[in-house]
């Protein structure tokens, strides 16, 4: 049971360029989150998703995109890379429904510089 | 407006001795609270939760958490410390009765075990 993965697992974007920032889950949950959190912070959530096809912004969305179109997978699109999007970033998923408690599992996390 | 402190950037602790991470919480219902550690360019990973029932909730690594709903806190708490311990710890709340089913994070609080 491989739980929450995430690729890359590091990268370093020129600004201006663009990636996207893979996470799958094989837990079957319908949740999905992305957070980015830099040095000496907390955690801040970019998106966040209740099933496929379903998205909805966090409390820092500019600069980002996602897409839900399947349970398993929620990538995170970085448009016109900006130093300002130089952070870790976190991939975590959760199950909501009858019993659940909707504690979050994290990914290893994708740590990104922009220069 | 939902929120939750960590009032402690750091909490140094001598091997052996006991440990007290702080968490404080403001939700319009009831809680779910929960802890989460985090080693070194690692992810998150998820201690313990606080969903009903028994105040005293034992999680993993000996650690257990107690929840005082007349304070509003959910102190993190282990009788005898390991350098193993040292690591950054995040505090999370969700309201119960929002039908968000986003956690509220802390800001995180440095553990440091000295031998």
């Known amino acids: 049971n491989a739980g929450v993965t995430q690729t890359p697992k590091f990268r370093i974007l020129k600004i201006g360029q663009s990636m996207t920032l893979q996470c799958t889950q094989d837990m079957n949950h319908n949740y999905m989150y992305w957070y980015r959190q830099d040095p000496g912070m907390g955690l801040k959530l970019i998106y966040y998703?209740?099933?496929?096809?379903?998205?909805d912004k966090g409390e820092v969305p500019n600069g980002y995109n996602v897409s839900r179109s399947t349970t398993e997978d929620f990538p995170l699109r970085l448009e016109l890379a900006a130093p300002s999007q130089t952070s870790v970033y976190f991939c975590a998923s959760s199950y909501s429904g009858t019993g659940s408690s909707y504690e979050q599992y994290f990914g290893p996390g994708t740590r990104l510089t922009v220069t | 407006a939902q929120s939750v402190a960590q009032p402690e950037d750091q909490v140094n602790v001598a091997e052996g001795n006991p440990l007290t991470v702080k968490c404080t919480y403001s939700v319009s219902g009831n809680p779910y609270l929960f802890w989460y550690v985090q080693y070194p360019n690692r992810g998150l990973q998820f201690l313990l939760k606080?969903?009903?029932?028994d105040n005293l909730v034992k999680g993993s690594y000996g650690f257990e958490a107690e929840f005082n709903k007349s304070q509003t806190s959910f102190h993190l708490k282990k009788p005898s410390a390991l350098v193993s311990d040292s690591a950054l710890y995040f505090c999370?709340?969700?309201?119960?009765?929002?039908?968000?089913?986003?956690?509220?994070w802390g800001a995180g609080t440095k553990l440091i075990i000295k031998p």
């Open positions: 606080y969903i009903t029932g």
């Open positions: 998703s209740v099933g496929a096809g379903i998205t």
């Open positions: 999370a709340v969700r309201d119960v009765g929002n039908s968000n089913y986003q956690l509220i």
